[in-house]
T-cell receptor
Framework: AQSVTQPDIHITVSEGASLELRCNYSYGATPYLFWYVQSPGQGLQLLLKYFSGDTLVQGIKGFEAEFKRSQSSFNLRKPSVHWSDAAEYFCAVGILTAYSNYQLIWGAGTKLIIKP | NAGVTQTPKFQVLKTGQSMTLQCAQDMNHEYMSWYRQDPGMGLRLIHYSVGAGITDQGEVPNGYNVSRSTTEDFPLRLLSAAPSQTSVYFC????????????FGPGTRLLVL
């Protein structure tokens, strides 16, 4: 069955340090890949997405992600985090179901905590 | 341009009560969906719609009904609320279903006693 795994429930990073959030998926083909961010009490906002082409994609707020087909991974990175990056981050994959309908499968999320 | 709006923001229900969560978008999106978000479980798809008059079930449809009479509106009905339906509910929309950016509403926090 298709699934998305975000192995880290919480990550704590010092302000100014680099960040990498992990995402692995299980799917037979190359899916559409997304990272969304949810600030406390808010809805979700798209950070970046990958459909095809260059496997390193740039997003908003200085984030980037790299698709690695061999590892079925789509890890999110930022070279220097800011206190405003404290939020919950969700990885999602878009797949075609058995009935040729498109659905998003979501990871459980990683909560990012920033130390001053 | 308000994007995706949801009402109410917060609701308390007693077991067995029914209610409708409202969702509207003003972006002329064809695809709309309802998710529930529970701690440690990410988002789970309840129902979705690929256009007016067309709806389908997602991963966790039991206990919920939807309809799509217009492009703009996609209400979610809880038929007989249960404590297991305590959750945060998000409505989302996009131009099309495949690979498009989803735009989310601010959510409705539901507590069923």
């Amino acid at each position: 069955a298709q699934s998305v795994t975000q192995p880290d429930i919480h990550i704590t990073v010092s302000e100014g340090a680099s960040l990498e959030l992990r995402c692995n998926y299980s799917y037979g083909a190359t899916p559409y890949l997304f990272w969304y961010v949810q600030s406390p009490g808010q809805g979700l906002q798209l950070l970046l997405k990958y459909f095809s082409g260059d496997t390193l994609v740039q997003g908003i707020k200085g984030f980037e992600a790299e698709f690695k087909r061999s590892q079925s991974s789509f890890n999110l990175r930022k070279p220097s985090v800011h206190w405003s990056d404290a939020a919950e981050y969700f990885c999602a994959v878009g797949i075609l179901t058995a009935y040729s309908n498109y659905q998003l499968i979501w990871g459980a999320g990683t909560k990012l905590i920033i130390k001053p | 341009n308000a994007g995706v709006t949801q009402t109410p923001k917060f609701q308390v229900l007693k077991t067995g009560q029914s209610m409708t969560l409202q969702c509207a978008q003003d972006m002329n999106h064809e695809y709309m969906s309802w998710y529930r978000q529970d701690p440690g479980m990410g988002l789970r798809l309840i129902h979705y719609s690929v256009g007016a008059g067309i709806t389908d079930q997602g991963e966790v449809p039991n206990g919920y009904n939807v309809s799509r009479s217009t492009t703009e509106d996609f209400p979610l009905r809880l038929l007989s609320a249960a404590p297991s339906q305590t959750s945060v509910y998000f409505c989302a929309s996009s131009f099309l279903a495949g690979g498009e950016t989803q735009y989310f509403g601010p959510g409705t926090r539901l507590l069923v006693l």
